[in-house]
RNA sequence: AGGGGCGUAGCUCAGCGGUAGAGCAGCGGCCUUUUAAGCCGAAGGUCGUGGGUUCGAUCCCCACCGCCCCUACCA
């Protein structure tokens, strides 16, 4: 079937006849190469134009073109290998009249091959001598415009493998993001860590406070959520006997998308037993010197128009010193720590920053959308958001948070209001989340049953007893932590939207297209396709 | 969800009450070291969709659709 745009579809269709009317295969099954085209700039880019003539240097490439300069009986071509692209000359004398006719036939976009010799232009430019070309693959569609690439940004992310051939930013942001894994997991396979993969399909909703996606599976006759968090799975695996565990993998919330939000997110979630927050801490900071300078090669790397300091030991404030240290002074007199932690002490400091946030349009502390009225600890957390999270751009630790927001960190010995639990921020977004785990079972069945009674959409319809079971059979002192890592890879790649790093982000359906052209199976042949 | 912006050739954009323009891509021709190659020629448009105002709308008004940005919720 014809894709748009159809009169350059319906040209390449041509063409593709006209080369098969000169013998020559448009779709081959292979082609042996001598090099990449990293390799061949790598060791004979230095190599003069003189000292190429003197000591002949065969090569036999592939690659996409990406342009194409004809000039009557000759002609010059980028090839793009491997991201980065050699030039091609080839002439009617060097390749016979065949191998012109098909050169003369092929178009921005087809993938050939070429075997020949290297030499340089009177430019300089290191070039193949082409003295055979080989047709690989016909395209027959167009690549994006040659100078403006993909400028739709949305066609960049619905049409990735474009964007891909015609950006190296977009190339290379990707290539981080594996190499940022790869580290990532050996930082944690170093120490000991167990990669496992948990379930991604939960009975129970839990781990997390977030509205779900629900599917339902035919044979059992069951709903099922897509997780939210791995975190009841991976601390079962501690009480199992697997002291240290992490995951990296999909988490789905159904919430909403913007620069920092993508329905389907990469978390990294690791527990680690006999072990507290303050570790953990200490721990995150290696873990992101380690992640930075290896992604990086620096530790002062760039953010947007400003640079961020992963050398220096990462600021650490307890939530209610974020608030103090950030409380606008226009909103009247600045609240004590103290007063804070006095009950009803977040309420007046929420009301006062209210008046006047409300009257100078700037982000309100919200009542939380459920029954009852916002408890002490869910208004210091409010607080907290509006007033000093935009502000935290250099690494920065926000620790000991309100119990009722932590349902699943353990409480303070000195201070039963709050738990162990700390986040870094780093150019104001959330990337990590990290916490002493409640391994009282008997208290965290209470908070779950305080979760259920609240009620709203995000929260668990059903306690998950066998959470509560695997505590009972007793969960060693644990800290346990989550990192964002689409976030982290926007911050090492200088990226400012979440989509920028994830492959094929969730998107609306693309205008005017209709789905049901795709011509959908009925049911029945649906489940047969499905059976392999 | 609310506020703002955008939508004209395949792409990037100009035009703005009198009936459509450029560059690039594509097509034909010339060109055997070019590189945003060049030169010549032809082709390409329901000006997002629907309504309204007007003698006449791509342009003004209204609604809708799509995309982007900001604000609110979530990592």
Same mark, same amino acid.
């Given at each position: 079937?014809?894709?748009?745009?159809?009169?350059?579809?319906?040209?390449?269709?041509?063409?593709?006849?006209?080369?098969?009317?000169?013998?020559?295969?448009?779709?081959?099954?292979?082609?042996?190469?001598?090099?990449?085209?990293?390799?061949?700039?790598?060791?004979?880019?230095?190599?003069?134009?003189?000292?190429?003539?003197?000591?002949?240097?065969?090569?036999?490439?592939?690659?996409?073109?990406?342009?194409?300069?004809?000039?009557?009986?000759?002609?010059?071509?980028?090839?793009?290998?491997?991201?980065?692209?050699?030039?091609?000359?080839v002439?009617l004398?060097?390749?016979?009249?065949?191998?012109?006719?098909l050169?003369?036939?092929?178009?921005?976009?087809?993938?050939?091959?070429?075997?020949?010799h290297l030499?340089?232009?009177?430019?300089?430019e290191?070039?193949?001598?082409?003295?055979?070309?080989?047709?690989?693959?016909?395209a027959?569609?167009?690549?994006?415009?040659k100078?403006?690439g993909?400028?739709?940004?949305?066609?960049?992310?619905?049409?990735?493998?474009?964007?891909?051939?015609?950006?190296?930013?977009?190339?290379?942001?990707?290539?981080?993001?594996?190499?940022?894994?790869?580290?990532?997991?050996?930082?944690?396979?170093?120490?000991?860590?167990?990669?496992?993969?948990?379930?991604?399909m939960?009975?129970?909703?839990?781990?997390?406070?977030?509205?779900?996606f629900?599917?339902?599976?035919?044979?059992?006759?069951?709903?099922?959520?897509?997780?939210?968090?791995?975190?009841?799975?991976?601390?079962?695996?501690?009480?199992?006997g697997?002291?240290?565990?992490?995951?990296?993998?999909?988490?789905?919330?159904?919430e909403?998308?913007?620069?920092?939000?993508q329905?389907?997110?990469?978390?990294?979630?690791?527990?680690?037993?006999y072990?507290?927050y303050?570790?953990?801490?200490?721990?995150?900071?290696?873990?992101?010197?380690?992640?930075?300078?290896?992604?990086?090669?620096?530790?002062?790397?760039t953010?947007?128009d400003?640079?961020?300091d992963?050398?220096?030991?990462?600021?650490?404030?307890?939530?209610?010193?974020?608030?103090?240290?950030?409380?606008?002074?226009?909103?009247?007199?600045?609240?004590?720590?103290?007063?804070?932690?006095?009950?009803?002490?977040?309420?007046?400091?929420?009301?006062?920053y209210?008046?006047?946030?409300?009257?100078?349009?700037?982000?309100?502390? +919200?009542? /939380?959308?459920?029954? $009852?009225?916002?408890? *002490?600890? !869910?208004?210091?957390?409010?607080? @907290?958001? =509006?007033i000093? #999270?935009?502000?935290?751009?250099?690494?920065?630790?926000?620790?000991?948070?309100p119990?009722?927001?932590?349902?699943?960190?353990?409480?303070r010995?000195?201070?039963?209001?709050?738990?162990?639990?700390?986040e870094?921020?780093?150019?104001?977004? +959330?990337? /990590?989340?990290?916490? $002493?785990?409640?391994? *009282?079972p !008997?208290?965290?069945?209470?908070? @779950?049953? =305080?979760?259920? #009674?609240?009620?709203?959409?995000?929260?668990?319809?059903?306690?998950?007893?066998?959470?509560?079971?695997?505590?009972?059979?007793?969960?060693?002192?644990?800290?346990?932590?989550?990192?964002?890592?689409?976030?982290l890879?926007?911050?090492?790649?200088?990226?400012?939207?979440?989509?920028?790093?994830?492959?094929?982000?969730?998107?609306?359906?693309?205008?005017?297209?209709?789905?049901?052209?795709?011509?959908?199976?009925?049911?029945?042949?649906?489940?047969?396709?499905?059976?392999?």
């Amino acid at each position: 079937m014809p894709f748009e745009p159809l009169d350059q579809y319906v040209q390449r269709q041509k063409k593709l006849e006209e080369i098969r009317a000169l013998g020559v295969d448009p779709f081959p099954h292979r082609f042996p190469c001598s090099h990449t085209v990293p390799e061949i700039h790598e060791r004979y880019g230095s190599r003069s134009a003189t000292e190429l003539e003197a000591e002949p240097v065969a090569v036999r490439i592939a690659g996409r073109i990406l342009s194409l300069r004809l000039h009557g009986k000759a002609g010059f071509a980028h090839l793009s290998g491997q991201g980065e692209r050699l030039q091609v000359y080839v002439k009617l004398d060097a390749v016979g009249e065949r191998g012109f006719a098909l050169f003369r036939l092929l178009d921005l976009g087809d993938i050939i091959g070429v075997s020949g010799h290297l030499f340089r232009t009177r430019t300089g430019e290191l070039t193949v001598w082409v003295e055979a070309l080989t047709l690989l693959t016909k395209a027959l569609l167009p690549l994006p415009e040659k100078w403006h690439g993909l400028a739709d940004v949305d066609q960049r992310y619905r049409r990735r493998y474009l964007d891909l051939i015609v950006s190296e930013r977009s190339r290379g942001i990707f290539l981080r993001r594996a190499q940022i894994l790869r580290s990532l997991r050996r930082f944690f396979d170093e120490r000991g860590y167990v990669e496992v993969e948990t379930p991604m399909m939960h009975p129970i909703l839990g781990g997390a406070t977030a509205r779900p996606f629900v599917t339902h599976h035919n044979t059992l006759d069951m709903d099922l959520y897509l997780r939210i968090a791995p975190e009841l799975y991976l601390k079962r695996l501690v009480v199992g006997g697997f002291n240290r565990v992490y995951e990296v993998n999909r988490n789905f919330r159904n919430e909403g998308i913007d620069a920092i939000h993508q329905p389907e997110f990469t978390m990294l979630e690791f527990y680690q037993a006999y072990s507290d927050y303050t570790e953990l801490m200490d721990l995150t900071e290696q873990l992101f010197r380690a992640l930075v300078q290896e992604a990086c090669g620096t530790l002062r790397i760039t953010y947007g128009d400003r640079e961020i300091d992963f050398a220096s030991p990462f600021a650490r404030l307890t939530m209610r010193q974020g608030i103090v240290a950030y409380w606008p002074e226009q909103a009247g007199p600045v609240p004590t720590e103290q007063a804070l932690k006095a009950p009803g002490g977040p309420l007046e400091a929420a009301l006062r920053y209210n008046a006047w946030a409300r009257a100078h349009d700037r982000p309100l502390v +919200e009542e /939380a959308e459920t029954a $009852s009225p916002p408890s *002490d600890g !869910e208004l210091t957390g409010a607080l @907290f958001e =509006a007033i000093a #999270e935009p502000h935290l751009f250099q690494p920065t630790y926000i620790y000991d948070f309100p119990v009722e927001i932590s349902p699943l960190a353990k409480r303070r010995a000195d201070d039963p209001s709050i738990t162990e639990r700390f986040e870094l921020f780093v150019a104001g977004m +959330e990337l /990590a989340n990290g916490f $002493s785990e409640l391994n *009282d079972p !008997e208290d965290q069945e209470r908070r @779950f049953r =305080a979760q259920v #009674e609240k009620g709203g959409e995000e929260m668990p319809k059903v306690v998950d007893m066998d959470y509560i079971r695997a505590l009972s059979h007793g969960l060693p002192p644990t800290a346990g932590e989550g990192i964002g890592i689409d976030r982290l890879v926007m911050l090492l790649t200088d990226s400012h939207a979440i989509r920028e790093v994830i492959l094929f982000p969730l998107l609306r359906p693309e205008a005017g297209e209709k789905p049901a052209d795709n011509a959908p199976p009925d049911e029945g042949s649906l489940e047969k396709e499905r059976e392999v």
